[in-house]
């Protein structure tokens, strides 16, 4: 099947320092990435959907400024957090389209990365 | 509003019984629905998908659900649970539309008894 990696899987950072975690499609081309917050025992939120050469669109709720996200190449797609605070602290998710089109496309999921705000 | 509800946060079976994780969704137009598999530290895998046709869908490591869609539900079964089935189940739904984001229900964690 498809991979997707995600880049670090684990980082710690002071409040008030910027994070970057990077998504990519290993094998296949992704016009669209998501990205997800997992709380602990909850279920995956979604962020924002990453679409190459344009902007994202995010969720409601979710700070377009505080998790910037660039989806430069068909895959890499890029989620920073600025200005992290601990309450930022979670894991982070995203996932690719592959496959098939439109609402047949099956979503591979990267590995998550765990964030953790001092 | 769309949503998916996993009925027990918890399920615990002994190796060999029978595994049974519940999904129940409510959508006003009709879903595709996914189960996916989350081992510990790893991503989220698929395990099944149903999308049109035939409602009892077989996926990977023996595991199977069936779509009713007058019970609007999507449950997921194995016959004879493994030690290695041992992981976070996640149903999800995907509503038509150009996005088609999918929105998860929150989870449930298996626990194989030997």
């Known amino acids: 099947g498809a991979v997707v990696s995600q880049h670090p899987s684990r980082v710690i950072c002071k409040s008030g320092t910027s994070v970057k975690i990077e998504c990519r499609s290993l094998?296949?081309?992704?016009?669209?990435m998501f990205w997800y917050r997992q709380f602990p025992k909850k279920s995956l939120m979604l962020m924002a959907t990453?679409?190459?050469?344009?902007?994202?669109?995010?969720e409601q709720g979710v700070e377009k400024d505080k998790f910037l996200i660039n989806h430069a190449s068909l895959t890499l797609s890029t989620l920073t957090v600025t200005s992290a605070h601990p309450e930022d602290s979670s894991f982070y998710i995203c996932?690719?389209?592959?496959?098939?089109?439109?609402?047949?496309?099956?979503?591979?999921f990267g590995p998550g990365t765990r964030l953790l705000v001092l | 509003a769309q949503s998916v509800t996993q009925l027990g946060s918890h399920v615990s079976v002994s190796e060999g019984a029978l595994v049974l994780l519940r999904c129940n969704y409510s959508?006003?137009?009709?879903?595709?629905l996914f189960w996916y598999v989350q081992y510990p530290n790893q991503g989220l895998q698929l395990l099944l998908k149903?999308?049109?046709?035939?409602?009892l869908v077989k996926g990977i490591n023996g595991f199977e659900a069936e779509f009713k869609k007058s019970e609007t539900s999507f449950h997921l079964t194995k016959p004879s649970a493994h030690m290695s089935d041992a992981a976070e189940y996640f149903c999800?739904?995907?509503?038509?539309?150009?996005?088609?984001?999918?929105?998860f229900g929150k989870g449930t964690k298996l626990s194989v008894k030997p």
């Open positions: 959508s006003s137009v009709p879903p595709y």
């Open positions: 990453s679409n190459e050469g344009s902007k994202a669109t995010y």
């Open positions: 999800a739904v995907r509503i038509g539309g150009s996005q088609g984001n999918l929105i």
């Open positions: 149903y999308t049109t046709g035939a409602t």
């Open positions: 094998d296949f081309q992704a016009t669209t």
């Open positions: 996932s690719a389209g592959g496959g098939g089109s439109g609402i047949q496309e099956t979503q591979y």
